[in-house]
Every structure is written in C-alpha cells, then in structure tokens.
C-alpha cells in the first residue's frame, strides 16, 4: 500500500472519530456522509468496518437493538 493511502486511511480514521457523538446516537449512514463532507469518499460498509476495528481500541458504543444501528463514544469516554 502506498503511504498516501495510509495517510488517507489514518487521516479518515481519526476525522470518523472526531465525528462519533457522545449523546445521541448516530448511524453509518450519517457517519459516512459527515465523513463525505470532509472529502473521505467511503461507502457505509466501509464505515461499519472501521467502527468496529475503533471498537477494539477505543470506548465506542453499539446500539444493535434496533436497526439502523447507532454509534456513540461511551459514556466512560467523557
């Protein structure tokens, strides 16, 4: 891979971390279209893959109990 594409990558990674709310919950859907807003071209699995990859590292929430699924930063994460 070259680096312009992990730069690209790292770069989108952090901007979808940025965009996680820590109040409501919000879907891949809107994740991908804020990250669109900021020049990231992502489709919405894309998205659901990275969050869960974030997931491992970082207090993020999962709402699965409805669909669409919602995201959040965790309450500990304040």
Do not use: Y
């Not at 804020?34 to 869960?52: E, N, T, Y």
């Amino acid at each position: 891979m070259p680096a312009q594409d992990k730069h690209d990558t790292l770069s989108r990674l952090l901007e979808l971390l940025k965009a996680l709310p820590h109040h409501r919950w919000e879907t891949p859907k809107e994740l991908r279209d804020r990250l669109a807003s900021c020049g990231f071209d992502v489709d919405v699995r894309s998205v659901q893959r990275d969050l869960k990859e974030l997931q491992k590292h970082f207090p993020i929430d999962l709402n699965d109990k409805g669909r669409p699924h919602g995201w959040r930063w965790s309450v500990e994460a304040a």
